[in-house]
Each structure stands twice: as structure tokens, then as C-alpha cells.
């Protein structure tokens, strides 16, 4: 599966389509009602508090520029594993054209767990939204690079207003700046161009002194190693997203244990 010049941008008018499609026979309002019976929301944000290395263990079984990552892909043991490992909250990919993920890898995942829960998927609308609160996200996945700041603002209240938490991925100064004018209360650099999938995880270090204080700074990409993850917490990020390395690896909770040791 090799990435297109904006993959950014084709799954996100992927998903769009998804949703649009979902909601002939799923109605908003129906949407809505399936959030409100939701299991109670955990707080994502709070997951970063407090000394330590704060772990986003990301579920995934393929992405566009790796391909296939994890063929034997058992979603709710991986999280156990990753849990008793000490990962501060889970992150479950539900994209499926190019991801292979599913919405119900992360209501598996959720029942199961105990800590927070981020839906990760290319969301740039409500009905995605409610879809994830009614799945059972905690916190969803907002895309700087994909949403005006209208549209941003407006997906963080109504997120929100189901007491979830969002995670704004930024690539640069002016996202972090659009995200923090936007309300955005935890804000992540991605090291990796999501219109190429190149990865600079020199990127963090220049730009997560932009994220003010108050704002928890998530890095994400690149974090393969314990080395990767000292440089980060070095220059202030409070949690990592680690996804690749974690689901390549034999034995996913041990290469956990070393990337927070």
C-alpha cells in the first residue's frame, strides 16, 4: 500500500462518504442516542498528569506507508498486554481502507480496559463524533491540517458536549496556534508529513515549546525508541504515541516496558 501525494486528504473524503452513507440508515439524532447510552467518559487528559513516561499505545494492523504491521491482530489481549505494561491510555485505529481498522476493534477494546480510550480515524464531522462516543471513545483524533478553524472549533464543543477530550494533531507552528485559538487542550506534533509519510522527529524538539503551558503536548510519530522518548520528554512533551514499534514487536507490553524504562 504505498501512500498518495495527499493521503490526508483521500481518507478523509473517504470517511466522509463512510459517514454520509451510515447516516441514510443511522440517523444523527439516532447517533446521538447511542452516545448518550455510552459507557461514562474517562478522562483522556488527565492520563499525562504526574511524574513518569505517558504512554498512548496505539492498536493498529496496517497503515499506508508500512503496509501490513500486524497480521496476527488480536485487538483486546493487545491492549490487556499494553495496559499491564503501563500505558496511559490506549489508541485504537478505525480507518479501514488503508488502516484495515474497524469501530468495533475499539467497543472490544474499551469494555475491556480501564484506562482512556482516543478513536483514531480522519474525522471531519459530527456524525463521526457521536459514532465514536457511541463506540466508546473517551477522546477522538481532530486533524489540524484537515479542518478549517470553524470546523475545528465547532468539532471540539460538540465533542465536548459528550464529555470527551480531542487530541489536535499539528505539523507546524500556525496549526499549534490555530489549535490553541480553537480551544484545543491537548495538542500533538506529528513527526510524520501526512501528505508524504516522511518522518522528522526533529520536528518535536523545534516546535513543542509553541504548545503553551497549561496544554498537554503529545508527541506523536517516530517514537521508537527509549532514546526517541527521553529527547521528547526533554523538550516537554508530557505523552507519547507509540503505534508501529509497539505493534511490530514480538512481545508488544516488553518493547513497552523498554521505550518507558
Not at 88 to 108: I, K, M, N, T
Amino acid at each position: 500500500m504505498k501512500p498518495s501525494n495527499n493521503i490526508l486528504e483521500e481518507l478523509s473524503a473517504l470517511r466522509r462518504a463512510d459517514a454520509k452513507a451510515r447516516e441514510a440508515s443511522v440517523p444523527l439524532a439516532e447517533m446521538m442516542r447511542r452516545a448518550a447510552d455510552a459507557p461514562t467518559v474517562r478522562d483522556f487528559a488527565a492520563a499525562f498528569a504526574g511524574e513518569g513516561v505517558h504512554v498512548i499505545a496505539e492498536l493498529k494492523r496496517a497503515s499506508p506507508s508500512e503496509g501490513m504491521i500486524r497480521e496476527d491482530f488480536r485487538p483486546v489481549e493487545l491492549a490487556r498486554e499494553l495496559e499491564d505494561a503501563g500505558a496511559a491510555a490506549l489508541s485504537v485505529l478505525c480507518e479501514p481502507h488503508r488502516f484495515l481498522g474497524d469501530e468495533r476493534y475499539l467497543a472490544d477494546v474499551r469494555r475491556d480496559a480501564e484506562i482512556p480510550v482516543l478513536y483514531k480515524d480522519f474525522i471531519t464531522t459530527r456524525y463521526q463524533v457521536a459514532t465514536a462516543r457511541a463506540a466508546g471513545a473517551d477522546a477522538v483524533l481532530l486533524i489540524a491540517a484537515v479542518l478549517d478553524d470553524a470546523a475545528l472549533a465547532d468539532l471540539l464543543g460538540f465533542a465536548r458536549s459528550f464529555g470527551m477530550e480531542a487530541l489536535v494533531e499539528t505539523h507546524d507552528a500556525q496549526e499549534i496556534a490555530r489549535a490553541v485559538s480553537c480551544g484545543a487542550k491537548v495538542v500533538g506534533v506529528n513527526c510524520r508529513n501526512l501528505r508524504n509519510f516522511a518522518t522528522d522527529v526533529s520536528l518535536l524538539e523545534a516546535l513543542v515549546g509553541e504548545i503553551p503551558a497549561g496544554c498537554v503536548r503529545i508527541a506523536e510519530s517516530g517514537m521508537h525508541t527509549a532514546e526517541a522518548v527521553s529527547r521528547a520528554k526533554a523538550a516537554g512533551a508530557d505523552g507519547f504515541l507509540v503505534g508501529t514499534a509497539l505493534m511490530r514487536a514480538a512481545r508488544p507490553g516488553t518493547k513497552l516496558k523498554d521505550l518507558i524504562s
